[in-house]
């Protein structure tokens, strides 16, 4: 009988950690960070945190801009915008100057003069 009596472990699920669900989401594109908000309200609530678009936001950028940065870009409408209205497009268009073949764009870092002009842009 001890033979077919099977041990209960403790289920783990992703939502009951919200600190490990914050660093995988924190990893993700732009495209797959929008589509996880439509998974549960949870991971929606989530996925609207500005510091996780922050950091998409400058993930490309070295150094990271100053912290006199942050109170300009949420003022203008937070992160996310612009994520959606600056970043996004630049990305595209480096990706397709990828695809294209031109190798010596591949490992582009922006510096904090272009991230300052991105983050002034989303007023355009």
């Not at 033979?3 to 989401?25: A, Q, S, T, W, Y």
């Not at 549960?40 to 996780?52: E, F, K, Q, V, Y």
């Amino acid at each position: 009988m001890e033979g077919n009596v099977k041990e209960k472990r403790p289920r783990f699920c992703v939502n009951d950690h919200v600190d490990i669900l914050m660093e995988i989401l924190k990893r993700l594109d732009g495209r797959s960070l929008c589509v996880s908000a439509c998974v549960c309200r949870l991971w929606c609530t989530i996925a609207r945190n500005d510091s996780l678009w922050e950091h998409l936001c400058f993930r490309h950028a070295s150094p990271p801009p100053s912290s006199g940065v942050r109170p300009v870009i949420v003022a203008l409408g937070g992160y996310k915008r612009l994520y959606m209205v600056c970043v996004r497009p630049v990305l595209s268009r480096l990706g397709r100057l990828r695809i294209a073949g031109d190798s010596d764009r591949d490992r582009r870092v922006w510096t904090r003069d272009g991230c300052s002009a991105l983050a002034l842009s989303v007023l355009c």
